[in-house]
Each structure stands twice: as structure tokens, then as C-alpha cells.
């Protein structure tokens, strides 16, 4: 495909799987009769929720012996891991009836759905506009505002992964339905906030997803923002698109005029269009939200959704004895229950009341960072235990390790921990922690600490240190005896006199040349042995 000239303005999309079309009978009246609400999955009560969310990498007990080099590799699998909490069975719901509310208004095989594509195209105001509130209030759309390093962006991914991104429709009911239903699109929201980008983002998505040519045919140089918008409608309509997800809204701070521009277009496509759109961002998004978009956005059903860091709640000691009835613990425990499982060091550590604690201050309970420190205390205990009995997860760790890998969070932690929200209200971005760095400062100080490898005579050829808690093999008798370096040098080794190195040997104790040595021993033939006859009368 020819580049487009904006491609500055792209980003590579999320992509999701594509299925045929198969058609499930619905109980909600409202449902039935509708191609793209019956090609979807069937809704999921809160247990099939769970499991479906649910990831947990294979872990085998047997690994915490490895070589440490081994381990510094396992201990990344704990970032596979994927715990459901309640606040992934709301989200998930919230986009089960979301996405279905916005197909009940564009029912492909209604009467005038087709026809009257162009009019609701076409009807759409100017990016310049700023348009009014609908009387009409359907629950389309919410926004999604957290803290950075939630699991804001991770979670709403893992919840579209639970539906086909495109739905290939061939034939319902007996008659020709040839269309390719995107069920969702989820970009991020232009660096620069305006609506031009947000465009060519659109079609270079669509056409990365459909192997389409939207971009080059749409997007021209010379296609003005006006133009644009529109078409961008249009492709929502003939491609059936359930849902779109704007993330980093909170890029529109401190951009008023491209960001009103922007969010006006949002409720344009939601208002004209029945295709609900959810914005997600950090606390730096509220600025923009809650000033003049607040009044020209349409009410919804779904309510916005405030994705705070986790609250530590009460630590539930596991009695299985006690008579009182048993408390659940709170999602700060089940998320460290479930993390704890991934443990690397000889030692086992189990999670302790005070591990949590000291987990949460230093973390406050944001995701990323607890999964990271803790992955880094590991490694922090590997590389620096000796001997491996004294590999231990400890309170001391966690804050060593919090205290190098967080320094530039620190300011934003200690505006958590006096609930300073004036400030936090303006945090920027956090960056997460990239685990790469340390991974290989401890591959090198294992290097330092650590013997250079040598073959193991009781072992054969293979050098790798025998596993934690396994028995040295017996020493073997006879020549298999271990010597000292001194003797080793002193010992002659004798050789056959047809061997080449007794020549070379009997050369190192002598005047002669190693060359000459050998050429004597009879080891270097004629060169003419190996020509044939012609080669010879030649």
C-alpha cells in the first residue's frame, strides 16, 4: 500500500482474533433478530467471567532449584499472570451491555439501515462545532479515569480479548449477508489531540486489520479534517463497529482548542451514530473531562468508572479451625495470594501479614509496581544470598528494592500516602519499571560471585551445579582422584611414540623445533603421495 504522507500520525493498533460467523439464540426480545448482536459470545455470568479472565502461567515447584541464571528467566513469568477482581467482573459487564445497547439502534437487516447510511453520514456537524446534550439518554459509552500502573489499559484489553475483533458474516436466515463486523477498535488518542489524527489512526487500523486500502483511499493530503470525519462515520456503520476505545485521553491536557474539537466528535459518532465510545486516561484527564465536556456529553447509563489504586483492606488469616464464620480477604491479598505463587528462591517464603504490609506502603498498591518489586526482590535475594539457604523474601528486601527501582516515583508515593489530591490531581505519567536493566546487572554480579564452570568429573561432561538439596555423587577410586595443582604440574603424561604430541612433548625438552620434531617422528608424508599419475608426469 502506498504511505500515506501522515504517517507521523500512526500508531499500531491492538489486534484481536477473527471468527465466522455462528449465530446464537437470544432470551432478551430486544437481542433477537439482530446478525451482529447474535454473533456475539454469549453473556457470561460472574464465574465464567472469572475463569475466562483468569491467567495464571504453569509453575513447577522444581524450579526453584535451578541455576540462578536459569531463575532470573522464570521469574519474568509472573508478569503472564492475570488475577480477576471485582473490578474486572464490573468492567466486563459494563462492556457486555454496552456493546449490545449499540447494536439494538443499528440492526443491519432493518428496514432503511442501508439506505439511509449516507443522511446520518452526511448530517454530521463540523469538527468545529460544539454540540448540545441529546434528550434522548442511552446508556452508550463511560470513561475510564486511574491512577498510571493500575492495570487501566491491561484490563480493558483482556476484556476485548474475550470477543472476536472481526466477525465475518457470509449468510443469516437464508439470505446473503456479506459483511466484516469489527466488534471492537481500540487506538490511542493523538499526541497532538486533534481530530486529523485521530482519522488517520482510524483508517491505517482498519486497513492493518482487514488488509483494506481506507488509508490511501480516504486520507489524501489535501482531505481536510471536515472531510474526513465523515467517511470515518461511514466505516463504522458498514463495518459494524461495536465499540471504540480511546486510551491516553489524558494526552488532551493543556490542549483546549484540539481536545473540545475532539471529545465533540465523540459525542457526534455516539449521538449519530449509535457507536458508543469509552475514553480512557489517567487523573490528568479530569481536567479535560470535567470542564465544558461535561456539559456537551451525553449522560450514560453505564456511569463512569473511577479506577483507583487498590485500598489494603484487612489482612484474613487462614484458620481452618476457627468456629466464627470466615472473612474474605480483601482484592489487595487475593492479588498477592495468586502473585506469591510465582517464587523462585530456594527458600520458600511464604506471604505474611507484614510481607503484604511493607509490599503496600512502598507500592500503594499499585499493580505494576507490586508485581515488579516483588520480582525484583527475588532476584535482589538470588544474586546476593550465599549460601542459597539464606535466600529469603524479606521486609528489608522489598524496601531495598523499592528504594532503587522507584526513585522517580517517590514524589507521587508520598503525595498517596498524605492523600495530597491537589497534587495528584496534576501527576504526570509514570513511567512502569522495565525489569530489563536489573535482569542484567544480576546476570553480571552472578558472574562475579559465581566460580568459573568446569567439567565435574563424577558428572561427565555436563558443568551445571548440582540442584539445591540434591546429594553430591560419591568420589570415585583410582585414577578418578581429585590432585592439587602442584601435583598436576609435576606429573608427566606418557605417550605413545606414534602419538603426535610425544614428539611435540619430547621437542619442549629439547633444542629442537616442535616442527623439525615432528617432522622426524615420520608424521609429515610427501606430498606427491596423494597425486595420481598424471597429476606426477605432470
Aim: proline content about 7%.
Amino acid at each position: 500500500m502506498t504511505k500515506n504522507p501522515d504517517d507521523s500520525h500512526q500508531t499500531l493498533a491492538l489486534q484481536g482474533r477473527h471468527a465466522i460467523a455462528t449465530y446464537l439464540e437470544q432470551a432478551i426480545v430486544c437481542y433477537q433478530g439482530n446478525p451482529f448482536i447474535e454473533a456475539l459470545p454469549p453473556i457470561l455470568t460472574e464465574d465464567q467471567v472469572i475463569e475466562a479472565l483468569a491467567r495464571y502461567p504453569p509453575y513447577n515447584e522444581a524450579e526453584r532449584y535451578m541455576p540462578s541464571h536459569l531463575r532470573l528467566h522464570a521469574i519474568q513469568n509472573a508478569l503472564q499472570c492475570f488475577v480477576p477482581l471485582p473490578v474486572h467482573i464490573d468492567l466486563e459487564q459494563r462492556f457486555s451491555r454496552m456493546i449490545r445497547a449499540g447494536y439494538q439502534r443499528r440492526n443491519p437487516i432493518a428496514p432503511g439501515f442501508w439506505s439511509g447510511l449516507e443522511v446520518k453520514c452526511d448530517s454530521l456537524a463540523t469538527s468545529t462545532t460544539i454540540v448540545g446534550n441529546s434528550a434522548v439518554s442511552l446508556p452508550l459509552g463511560f470513561t475510564i479515569i486511574g491512577f498510571p500502573g493500575v492495570g487501566k489499559s491491561t484490563s480493558v484489553e483482556a476484556v476485548l480479548s474475550l470477543y472476536p475483533q472481526v466477525i465475518y458474516h457470509n449468510r443469516y436466515k437464508d439470505r446473503d449477508f456479506n459483511v466484516a463486523q469489527i466488534v471492537w477498535l481500540k487506538l490511542e488518542c493523538p499526541f497532538d489531540g486533534s481530530p486529523r489524527g485521530l482519522c488517520l489512526n482510524f483508517f491505517h487500523a482498519i486497513d492493518q486489520i482487514l488488509g483494506t486500502n481506507y488509508e490511501f483511499n480516504y486520507a489524501g493530503v489535501r482531505r481536510t479534517t471536515d472531510e474526513l470525519l465523515p467517511k470515518m462515520a461511514r466505516l463504522t456503520q458498514i463495518h459494524g463497529l461495536g465499540v471504540l476505545v480511546i486510551d491516553e485521553i489524558n494526552r488532551l491536557s493543556g490542549l483546549r482548542g484540539s481536545a473540545l474539537k475532539l471529545l465533540s466528535f465523540f459525542v457526534q459518532l455516539t449521538n449519530s451514530m449509535g457507536v458508543p465510545v469509552v475514553l480512557v486516561g489517567t487523573y490528568k484527564a479530569k481536567l479535560v473531562l470535567a470542564g465544558e465536556f461535561h456539559q456537551i456529553r451525553r449522560g450514560t447509563g453505564q456511569g463512569d468508572l473511577v479506577w483507583d489504586r487498590m485500598e489494603e483492606g484487612e489482612w484474613v488469616e487462614d484458620a481452618p479451625n476457627d468456629t466464627k464464620p470466615k472473612q474474605n480477604p480483601g482484592v489487595w491479598q487475593l492479588l498477592l495470594e495468586s502473585l506469591w505463587t510465582y517464587q523462585y528462591t530456594h527458600v520458600a517464603c511464604p506471604l505474611t501479614k507484614e510481607l503484604a504490609h511493607v509490599l503496600y506502603e512502598e507500592t500503594q498498591g499499585i499493580t505494576d509496581f507490586a508485581a515488579k518489586i516483588y520480582m525484583l526482590a527475588q532476584i535482589r535475594a538470588i544474586v546476593t544470598a550465599r549460601p542459597p539457604e539464606a535466600e529469603v523474601i524479606t521486609a528489608d528486601i522489598i524496601r531495598s528494592v523499592a528504594r532503587d527501582s522507584l526513585k522517580q516515583a517517590q514524589r507521587v508515593l508520598a503525595a498517596l500516602r498524605s492523600n495530597d489530591t491537589e497534587y495528584l490531581s496534576t501527576v504526570p505519567d509514570i513511567n512502569p519499571i522495565s525489569l530489563d536493566p536489573y535482569i542484567q546487572q544480576a546476570e553480571k554480579d552472578l558472574k562475579k560471585t559465581q566460580p568459573p564452570s568446569s567439567t565435574n568429573p563424577a558428572r561427565g561432561q555436563d558443568s551445571s551445579p548440582i540442584p539445591y538439596g540434591e546429594k553430591p555423587p560419591p568420589k570415585l577410586n583410582g585414577a578418578r582422584k581429585t590432585k592439587s595443582k602442584r601435583t598436576k604440574k609435576r606429573e608427566k603424561v606418557g605417550y605413545e611414540a606414534s602419538d603426535l604430541r610425544a614428539a611435540s612433548a619430547g621437542a619442549a625438552s629439547a633444542t629442537t623445533s616442535v616442527l623439525d620434531a615432528i617432522q622426524e617422528a615420520g608424521h609429515f608424508g610427501e606430498a606427491s603421495e596423494y597425486m595420481d599419475e598424471n597429476e606426477k608426469a605432470g
